[in-house]
């Protein structure tokens, strides 16, 4: 719909006043042809055919059991500390892919893991192939100190042995056994009463006890214990309770080495709040609560992981399991990065290392096989940038602003309130090019935050504009967006912006000399070169500028006329330079039309820019034959007239 609508307008540039009026009515003239098809015809509603859904789904679907809390807590809390991160990328997120990763590449997952500061890690599930095994001890071997590995095994004798086996040697280590709960497992999968459940938990409870932190010969090792029920997300939460107090009495947990109670949204089942109520239903019922530590375990089925972990930790949680980007059985783990990344945009350090995301990225990527999603939050490639002209204007702006606030050492000054950015991307090693992306849709705001950021030249507003329509048309004849590379190209094309005197240039300025005659006379002598002749030229003015616009309109035969001028620095101290922005009118030869061209200029002294910028606008015009050089005899004559 939005395409309907002049380019022009949707750019709130101002109109050239007798295009306007016409240029409106060729459109709504345009519109109404589209739609003259129709007139008269009758389009009925669209009946929903329900072909493969249920009209009515509450005939095979039932809603998640609530918790009865009328008390409830969470809802007036905040998160204000990082929890205890689990990744089970190697074990939850891997056995989840369809090409699972080789040993090589588990390593240099494991390496990275390790690097962004994940104190535990679940690296296997060694009972389950020789490859998980042998991993197992490989990052046994090499964990720092204060890293723990922890293993995943179902509640079996000889799978608990030989994962006992697989972390012996370890710093610290934690077995992770788990067993099924929920009424639909225990009936359907299991066949298993509440009663057989606690006595198999217990069973494998002990047994996981008297081959660990009662073994003699394993006490170099730091042993914790974790115990999943088995889909806590819908499981009565009362048995949930019921059978961890029975796991908590078998193993006999200290406070200063809790039992870990990890309560999985194996499915997510509900919406955040009733994970989160049973949370808190847990955190309140358990007994002796210093002892326990209490861990989520959400996947995102519902596309609510995130928030169900946030959640879960305001319930009481101590403790996050996850994967980094959301990989995981079906649509994921919750998303590791996303949960730290939304704390630290509230001002608490989740205890993680994300300043370089892309080589997070890469790892995962390369490990994975599964792409980050250009929209995933903080990772995705799109997720930084700005497109649509409004954006890229508040953004712009609020750069500005907050440059401003920093040299003036307002009390904002190192606060972070950028207009659509949530986070500072350098925080996480992404660059500001990223930032504002430039197609067809984009205003003035877009391509001169390019030339900014690509050549310190801070446009005055009338040549953004001016410049953005040379960039929409660009974009649009290409059909794409265009990269920061041809903006800046396409700029220097336009103002005949080169960095040095252009060897191209007509005219060039070799040397001049201004003195000042009264207080409001001014004399130029200035020595050009034009097609390899060496000319003095000469004008008076008031100014340097207008001295130097007299001694060319007489050269030229033509009357230059500044419409608009102004300067900024570039840089500050010993190495900052000048950029002088000039918008020049004349009447264009071929038609004595009278016409404005802008034209811009860098020097490291203000005077040598002004003139610069003069004489390059005059140089484009030239070479866009607006202008022409003094050839015939009449204009020799007026050219030499001028010289003397
Ligand atoms: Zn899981």
């Given at each position: 719909m ?11 540039k101002?109109l ?49 059991e609530?918790?009865n ?9 905040t ?25 090589e590449q ?7 893991l390790?690097?962004?500061g994940?104190?535990?890690i679940?690296v296997a599930?060694?009972s ?32 608990i042995?030989?994962?006992?086996e ?12 788990y067993?099924?709960t929920?009424?639909v ?5 299991f ?8 006595a198999?938990?217990?069973?494998a ?5 008297k081959l660990?932190k ?11 214990y ?6 806590f ?5 009362e048995?949930?309770?019921e ?24 499915i ?21 609560r210093n ?9 995102n ?6 928030a ?8 009481g ?24 990344l939304?704390m630290y945009?509230q001002g ?6 994300i300043?370089?995301?892309n ?5 995962s990527?390369?490990?994975?096989k599964?792409?980050i ?10 997720v930084?940038?700005?497109?649509s ?14 440059d ?24 996480i090693?992404r ?8 197609n067809?849709?984009?205003?003035k ?5 390019v ?6 030249l ?5 040549m ?5 329509t040379?960039?929409q ?6 059909g794409?967006?265009l ?11 336009t ?20 003195n ?5 006379k ?9 097609n ?10 008031n100014?340097?500028l ?18 608009t001028?102004?300067?900024?620095a570039i840089g ?11 918008h ?36 484009n ?6 202008l022409?050089?003094?050839?015939s005899n009449?204009?020799a004559?007026a ?6």
């Open positions: 939005l395409s309907f609508i002049p380019s022009s307008v949707k750019k709130k101002p050239p006043k007798r295009l306007s009026a016409k240029m409106f009515k060729n459109t709504f003239v345009k519109l109404a042809q589209q739609v003259s098809g129709r007139a008269g015809k009758s389009i009925p509603p669209v009946k929903l055919a329900y072909k493969n859904m249920l009209k009515d789904p509450s005939t095979k679907y039932k809603p998640a609530t918790v809390l009328p008390n409830r807590q969470w809802p007036n809390k998160i204000t500390k990082a929890p205890r991160w689990l990744t089970t990328d190697l074990r939850d997120g891997n056995q989840s892919l369809p090409d699972p990763m080789t040993v588990k390593k240099e997952y494991f390496h990275k390790v690097e962004i994940f104190k535990e679940e599930f060694p389950a192939s020789q490859t998980d095994f042998d991993f197992t001890r490989y990052a046994v071997e090499h964990a720092p100190d204060d890293v723990g590995i922890q293993a995943l095994v179902q509640s079996r004798e000889h799978l042995k030989r994962t006992v697989s972390l012996t040697g370890a710093k610290k280590a934690t077995v992770h056994t067993l099924a929920s009424d497992f225990r009936d359907v999968v066949n298993m009463s509440q009663e057989e459940a606690i198999k938990a217990v069973e409870t002990k047994l996981v006890r660990t009662d073994d003699p010969n394993q006490q170099m090792t730091q042993w914790s974790e115990f999943s029920p088995e889909c997300s819908d499981t009565p939460v048995f949930a309770v059978i961890c107090e029975a796991v908590k009495k078998a193993w006999e947990p200290t406070e200063e080495n809790p039992i870990i109670f990890n309560l999985p949204a194996t997510e089942v509900s919406t955040p709040n009733v994970y989160a109520d049973k949370i808190e239903y847990f955190s309140t019922h358990i007994s002796e002892k326990v530590c209490i861990s989520t375990h959400c996947h089925d519902r596309g609510c992981g995130v169900a972990t946030e959640l879960g930790m305001m319930a949680a101590d403790r996050v399991e996850g994967c980094v980007f959301g990989n995981g059985e079906r649509t994921g783990n919750v998303d590791l990065i996303t949960l730290a939304n945009t608490v350090s989740p205890q993680l290392d300043s370089d995301i080589s997070i990225i890469q790892v990527e390369k490990c994975n599964v792409p999603h250009p929209r995933a939050p903080y990772g995705g490639d799109l930084v940038c700005a497109f002209g409004s954006h890229q204007d508040a953004i712009k702006k609020g750069f500005t602003i907050q401003q606030r920093k040299k003036d050492n307002h009390p904002l000054g190192s606060q972070w309130r950028i207009p659509y950015l949530p986070l500072d991307p350098k925080d090693g660059d500001y090019e990223a930032v504002i992306r430039v067809s849709q984009s205003g705001g877009g391509a001169a935050w030339v900014l950021k690509s050549l310190g801070d446009l005055p507003r009338n953004q504009i001016e410049f953005s040379k960039v048309n660009k974009a649009d004849s290409l794409r967006e990269h920061s590379k041809e903006i800046t190209e396409l700029f220097r094309q103002y005949n912006f080169t960095a040095t005197s252009a060897a191209m240039d007509p005219i060039r300025l070799l040397d001049y000399s201004i000042k005659e009264s207080q409001e001014r004399n130029i002598t200035a020595q050009i070169e034009v390899g002749k060496v000319i003095d030229i000469k004008g008076t003015g100014g340097p207008s001295c130097f616009i007299n001694a060319l309109s007489k050269y030229l035969n033509v009357e230059l006329e500044i419409s001028y102004s300067e900024h500050s101290g010993k190495s900052a330079q000048a950029a002088s922005y000039i020049l009118g004349f009447r264009r030869d071929s038609d004595n039309e009278k016409i404005y061209r802008w034209g811009v200029a860098v020097a490291e002294d203000v005077s040598d820019a002004s003139l610069n910028s003069i004489l390059t606008t005059v140089n015009s030239l070479q866009k034959q607006e022409v050089l003094p050839v009449k204009a004559a050219a030499a007239a001028a010289a003397n």
